[in-house]
């Protein structure tokens, strides 16, 4: 079983502009409304606020803006306050949270290639709040976002579960999804016998959230894993590492490596700041809008992965697209191409590697 990082309830990012004395400005209060604004105020990332409103003791739980009464916030069940600007972007309910997974499964799967696919793709997702987590009678104040294990039987097989904390922005909960599915990953294919340090193990799983980060243009989410001291500095020689030797290697390493840590290599070239980037929104990923064949896993049997599913011939699963969920079963596979049929039908459909195939 696997912690995921550790969480201050509350940052600022206010700004405080100089006395503008009686000068009338056009700006509004995005708290109270008040304005237009004279003398001392303040700046947010969402606009202006007003020194009483600054002042206020409740603030947002994800971005730190002051909350009063009657400003369109929202209460978790766990009494964490979510500004009108956030709620937006929360993740709220069970369904967004197993849809964001599904999704981030899909774009991890497409990023590291077939190989990043489960063996046993059924995976439990639940949300907790906070008070799920929290050390009793709030001896340290401190959270955690998420949680993943693996239960192994006699026989072999594997049963997933993750649990991520409710109230987070979409982009937060992206992150910690990635991380959480790369410690299913690793539990499924490090052997019983291999020792890893558990620095390494969570710099691992949060690589994986640092490249799909990237691959997203969100260079400050990259930065903000960087710099969390969660895995006590690994994640940037794991950065290093995969930029010398490749996913591939780091993957490989789990599985087949005998030492329990990546040793510092004074030749890496040193992790570029992100700080000079520019801020770039990157909107949620959305479910595929047909199948599409990634490649060939061989793990005991060969399988093709289809939208981050393996299948090996006559294997099924239930596959989720935009706008339905398809039952699909694989006939043949090809090193180019994979035979299919769909929701019990017995007409074959063929998906050729890396081309989408939309359905009618």
Not at 97 to 117: H, I, K, M, S
Not at 263 to 285: C, H, K, N, V
Request: hydrophobic share 35%; charged share 25%; with cysteine.
């Amino acid at each position: 079983m696997s912690i995921v990082r550790k969480v201050a309830l509350f940052s600022f990012f206010f700004a405080m502009v100089g006395a503008i004395c009686a000068i009338e400005t056009n700006y509004y209060c995005v708290v109270c409304g008040k304005g237009p604004l004279t003398g001392h105020f303040w700046m947010t990332k969402w606009g202006a606020l007003c020194d009483d409103c600054y002042h206020l003791k409740d603030h947002c739980s994800i971005c730190g803006l002051p909350i009063k009464d009657g400003d369109g916030h929202i209460k978790t069940g766990d009494g964490r306050l979510i500004c009108r600007f956030d709620k937006t972007n929360a993740i709220l309910t069970l369904d967004q949270a197993q849809e964001l997974f599904d999704q981030t499964r899909d774009a991890v799967v497409d990023l590291y290639g077939p190989q990043f696919a489960l063996k046993y793709t059924d995976v439990t997702v639940n949300l907790f709040d906070v008070d799920y987590w929290s050390e009793k009678n709030g001896a340290n104040g401190l959270h955690k976002f998420g949680f993943a294990s693996t239960r192994k039987t006699a026989d072999g097989t594997c049963t997933h579960e993750v649990v991520m904390l409710s109230g987070r922005t979409r982009e937060e909960m992206t992150s910690v999804a990635a991380h959480e599915y790369t410690h299913l990953w690793i539990n499924e294919n490090r052997p019983a016998d291999r020792v890893i340090d558990q620095d390494t193990i969570e710099a691992i799983c949060e690589l994986t959230a640092y490249k799909l980060m990237e691959k997203k243009n969100l260079p400050e989410m990259q930065k903000r894993i960087l710099e969390n001291p969660y895995t006590n500095g690994k994640i940037k020689t794991l950065v290093a590492v995969e930029r010398e030797g490749g996913t591939d290697y780091v993957l490989n390493w789990v599985k087949n490596g005998t030492t329990e840590t990546f040793d510092e290599d004074a030749d890496l070239e040193p992790i570029p700041s992100l700080t000079a980037m520019p801020q770039i929104y990157y909107g949620s990923r959305v479910l595929p809008q047909g199948l599409k064949f990634s490649g060939i896993m061989e793990i005991g049997k060969r399988q093709a992965v289809i939208n981050g599913v393996p299948l090996a011939v006559g294997e099924q699963e239930t596959i989720k697209l935009q706008d339905r969920s398809v039952t699909v079963r694989c006939k043949e596979i090809h090193d180019g191409d994979v035979v299919v049929t769909l929701n019990g039908s017995t007409y074959p459909l063929t998906l050729v590697k890396g081309v989408e195939k939309l359905l009618p």
